[in-house]
Each structure stands twice: as C-alpha cells, then as structure tokens.
C-alpha cells in the first residue's frame, strides 16, 4: 500500500494542510505513521476527505459527518440520516425560494415606496417571523 504524506494529500484532494490536519484532531481521518515531520496517510483517506467535503456542503456538522465512518474508516452512512437531510434541504430551498420572490417582488414593484407596497409589507410581516426550522436551521449553523 502506497503512503501518502499529507502534502501529497493536501495536493491530490485540494484539501488545505491545516484542514486536514484538524480533521485528525476531531477523528474524522488517521494518519498511519510519519515520514520525518509529515504525517503519512493510506490511500482511503481521499474518499475519507471526499465524503468529508460532500457533506459539509450538504450542510452537515463535522461531528455529524464522523458518524458516517465506520470504525475502519470506511463509509458508513444512515440512510435515515440522509432522508432526514435532505427534508433539511428541501425546508431551506423553500425559504430561499420565498426570499428570491420577495426579492424579485421588491426589484419589480411599481409603488412609489415599497413601503407603500401591500404585498411588500405582507411579505415583511411574515419574513420577519421565524420558525422552529429557522431556529433549527441557525442552530446548524447553515443559514443566518
């Protein structure tokens, strides 16, 4: 098995140094030994560093992503983890697409003010609440 050290790594997942050695840090990877200073890693530790990347953009917290490894490693992802993520998902596409509409009403709107726009300050009274989703959502430290 060929050894990479983690510049090596760094270079072949587009993944900083300093990221990778923080994912060490929280157990997300292992290193497999060290080459002088350098720390040396298995081959596995691409994919490990793909699924990391994968899921931080769908929105998962690094200790949620260290569940999805199995204890040698390898991926070991719930799917209800997964269902549950992409409901996630589609709540913030939602939200995001009633905040493009305003946004688009906004721009478009022929009132001399928006403030003098019905629908404008419609919109406004119900963006301004937030749900218990938005909380969850902030929580996660995905939106807002």
Known sequence: MKLLD???????SGTAASAIRHYEEKGLITSVGRRGLKRLFGQEVLDQLALIELGKKAGFALDEIKTMFGPDGSPSISRQKLYD???????????????????????????????????????????????????KVTRRGASR
Do not use: N, W, Y
């Open 6 to 12: 983690i510049s090596e790594v760094s270079k072949q």
């Open 85 to 135: 993520k992409a409901d996630d998902l589609d709540r913030q596409i939602d939200h995001l697409a009633s905040l493009r509409d305003m946004i688009r009403h906004v721009a478009e709107c022929s009132a001399p003010s928006h403030m003098e726009c019905p629908k404008f300050r419609r919109l406004l009274r119900l963006g301004g609440k937030r749900t218990p989703s938005d909380r």
